[in-house]
């Protein structure tokens, strides 16, 4: 799958990042960057029907799980055309219809890890995941305090400065209703993503925010 070789590729074309570098330098992005992605994403999929059998490993070079290479550039000062990291995503069933929970990685010569959870949620499944904490605190907390998902996982993101709106001021979950983002990140080392034992990783990784994403589901309404 991955190699040395895929993080070189990432520092050149952190480097060089412009169309003529990249365009005489695809073939090396399709040998070192997708093709380990498409096979790390194929030797997921019956990975995750053990235990998530709602989200998709979908090989697919174009529309699957793995991210494309071309930033958004439209409302950025940085204009630079390539992503210099490997986003891997691993959609809900029905995440094309709501903003479903989803599991991530993330590869980088900089910094690796997995990710799990809702980024950046809407606000229909803002409101329901914080009407779900504040209706089910002791759940919440369970879910977020479980032994599995706290020895590798830590939430991140952005919250709010005050409390929401609605919410009761000295509630007990109430750092976590000011959350913006729902999503645990577990770090990586650039040996884990070269070495053998990836898939298994990430499948135990995966496994351990079972407690996050199947509250996260049930909050917004659809399966686990």
Not at 144 to 156: E, I, S
Not at 203 to 223: N, Q
């Amino acid at each position: 799958m991955f190699t040395k070789a895929t993080f070189d590729f990432l520092d050149e074309l952190a480097a060089n990042n412009d169309r003529t570098w990249f365009g005489t330098n695809k073939p090396r992005y399709e040998s070192l960057v997708c093709e380990p992605a498409l096979e790390f994403i194929a030797a997921m999929g019956p990975v995750l029907e053990k235990f998530a059998p709602n989200f998709r490993a979908d090989p697919r070079k174009m529309g699957g799980s793995l991210m494309r290479v071309f930033r958004d550039t439209r409302f950025s000062r940085d204009k630079t055309p390539y992503k210099t990291n490997i986003g891997i995503q691993f959609r809900h069933s029905l995440g094309k219809d709501v903003h479903a929970p989803g599991f991530y990685v993330h590869v980088a010569t900089d910094e690796c890890f997995f990710g799990a959870g809702c980024w950046h949620p809407e606000a229909i499944a803002l409101d329901r995941i914080r009407a779900l904490i504040a209706a089910k605190p002791e759940r919440w907390l369970a879910a977020r305090d479980d032994k599995k998902f706290a020895a590798h996982w830590q939430l991140a993101g952005t919250s709010l400065t005050r409390p929401p709106r609605g919410y009761a001021t000295n509630h007990e979950a109430l750092e976590d209703l000011k959350r913006k983002d729902f999503i645990g990140l577990a770090p990586l080392s650039s040996a884990e993503i070269i070495g053998p034992g990836l898939t298994k990783l990430a499948g135990t990784r995966f496994a351990a925010a079972a407690p996050l994403m199947k509250f996260l589901c049930e909050a917004i309404k659809v399966p686990y």
